[in-house]
C-alpha cells in the first residue's frame, strides 16, 4: 500500500506541474506578457526574483496535484459508504485545494471571493462527481451484462 500512495504522489505532483505549468503558459500568452509569469503580477513580486516565484508556484501547482491524487484514493481503497467516502473526499480536497490556491495569490479573500470560490469548486466537484458515478454505473452494467451472459 505505501509504495501505492508513494507511486500515486509522485504521478499526481507531475500531472499538477504540468497543468500548472500550462495554464500559467497560456495566461501568460494571453496577456501578452514579455516574460513567464506563473501567477498575476502582484504574487510574483511577493519574491525577491522571478526564479523564486517559479519555483514555488510549481511546488504549489505539485501540491495541488497530490491533493486530489491522493484524494482519488479514499475511494479506492476506504471502506464505507459512497456518502461517506464522498464527504471525507470533498473535505479532503476542497481545505486542500482552498489552502493551496489561497497561498497562490488565488484573490479568495473577503467574502465575495471566498462565496465566489466555493461556488466555483462545489459545481465543478459536483459535476466531476456526477460524471465519476455515471461512469461506475456503466461499469457495474457491463459486468453485470457480462455476468447474465454467462
Not at 500500500?1 to 500531472?15: D, E, N, P, Q, W
Not at 495541488?64 to 481503497?77: D, K, P
Request: proline share 2%; aromatic share 14%; glycine share 8%.
Amino acid at each position: 500500500m505505501i509504495k501505492k500512495v508513494i507511486r500515486v504522489v509522485l504521478h499526481s505532483a507531475i500531472i499538477g506541474f504540468f497543468v500548472g505549468f500550462t495554464v500559467a503558459m497560456v495566461c501568460s500568452l494571453l496577456n501578452e506578457t514579455k516574460y513567464f509569469m506563473p501567477a498575476s503580477p502582484d504574487w510574483v513580486n511577493r519574491f525577491s526574483t522571478p526564479l523564486q516565484a517559479t519555483l514555488v508556484a510549481g511546488l504549489l501547482w505539485m501540491g495541488m496535484g497530490i491533493v486530489f491524487g491522493v484524494g482519488a484514493l479514499i475511494f479506492n481503497y476506504m471502506d464505507g459508504s459512497i456518502t461517506k467516502k464522498t464527504i471525507i473526499h470533498f473535505a479532503w480536497t476542497f481545505i486542500g485545494f482552498a489552502i493551496l490556491a489561497f497561498n497562490a495569490g488565488w484573490d479568495i479573500t473577503g467574502w465575495d471571493g471566498t462565496l465566489i470560490f466555493v461556488v466555483i469548486f462545489i459545481i465543478v466537484y459536483v459535476i466531476i462527481w456526477s460524471i465519476s458515478m455515471l461512469r461506475a454505473r456503466q461499469n457495474v452494467d457491463q459486468v453485470n451484462a457480462t455476468l447474465h451472459l454467462n
